[in-house]
């Protein structure tokens, strides 16, 4: 086994693109055997990770690299930005996981995932959800509200968060209005329609009975 975890260890390397055949290897090892610590320490494994996913040089961007390790061990889609709602859940169950986490880091993770998104070192701008719903809500009011339904549950959840989100109230009122005129739109949802706008596929939002419950709440904001 050590052998075999060795081997795929190796073939984790930033200087040339090998896809996602290592990670997928180690994942796959790491699943279906009985790893000891012992064998994860000398394969390299833990050093060879860090490498893989913190790196600023190689072949392939560092986004890259990491949004193809969020999709062999946990399943996310690698272009989430164009993937329907059913399949990005575990998308926010990380995020949620993450925005939860009690460290010196948490409002900093918090103002820059959900307020004010991040410019990183190159200048690149990284969307936070609030800019996210406000970019989806015309082409894909579906996953606007599914950004909104993760909030309300954050707020739920973490009293940081909703003092944070009443101090910018600016910034996503108008979606509390928004998703007023959605809802207002449909009437009570049909046998047809599923119980939550995250078991579809569709771009487009339905009044579901999960929307009115995340619509109560927002309005109790």
């Known amino acids: 086994m050590l052998n075999r975890l060795c081997s795929a260890t190796d073939n984790l390397t930033i200087e040339e693109d090998n896809g996602i055949q290592a990670l997928q290897e180690i994942c796959d090892i790491m699943r279906s055997s009985d790893v000891s610590p012992f064998e994860v320490i000398h394969s390299g494994l833990v050093t060879k990770l860090l490498q893989y996913l913190t790196a600023n040089s190689g072949i392939v961007i560092r986004d890259e690299r990491i949004r193809r390790f969020l999709h062999v061990f946990l399943n996310c889609p690698i272009h989430y930005q164009t993937a329907p709602c059913n399949e990005v859940r575990s998308i926010f169950a990380l995020l949620m996981e993450l925005l939860l986490l009690k460290d010196p880091l948490q409002l900093k993770r918090l103002k820059w995932a959900v307020i004010d998104g991040h ?88 009044r579901t009975v999960s929307a009115q419950v995340s619509a109560s709440s927002l309005y109790k904001s």
């Open 119 to 206: 410019v990183n070192e190159k200048g690149k701008k990284f969307e936070g959800l609030l800019s996210t719903i406000r970019s989806f809500h015309l082409s894909d009011s579906s996953r606007s509200y599914q950004c909104i339904k993760f909030l309300v549950q954050l707020c739920n959840r973490c009293s940081l968060v909703k003092d944070q989100l009443m101090k910018t109230s600016s910034k996503w009122q108008w979606a509390v209005k928004w998703l007023e005129k959605k809802m207002s739109d449909y009437w009570a949802p049909s046998s047809t329609v599923p119980l939550s706008n995250e078991d579809s596929n569709q771009k487009s939002f339905q």
